[in-house]
């Protein structure tokens, strides 16, 4: 999974916001795919969660999320902490409202 997460040109994906942190996915996917307890996976869904590709407290969801593929991958064949994190992630993303400006 970490070739998957690294092949991403996540400086390419437009959309920044002061919220946002461009090296919190990458980070962030890695260390879940990577988790193997529940406080990795914390750690990492936190990193994921609170500005890598959603931030929970705006209920705003970034334009990484697009190309966060590889939590899917996490979510189908990760840890199993890592997998319920990942499945929350993707929850929320899919609850939460675009970034302004990118519908």
Known sequence: ????INSVNWAAVPGRSRWYDLARAARGLCALAAAANS???????SMLGG???VHGH?????PEAAVAAPLLDI????????RDT?????DEALSSYPHAGYT
């Open 51 to 53: 500005g890598g590709i």
């Open 1 to 4: 999974m970490g070739d998957a």
């Open 58 to 62: 705006s209920a705003t969801v970034f």
């Open 39 to 45: 406080v990795q996976a914390a750690e990492a869904g």
């Open 75 to 82: 979510a189908e064949r990760g840890h199993p902490v890592a």
């Open 86 to 90: 990942a499945l929350g992630l993707l």
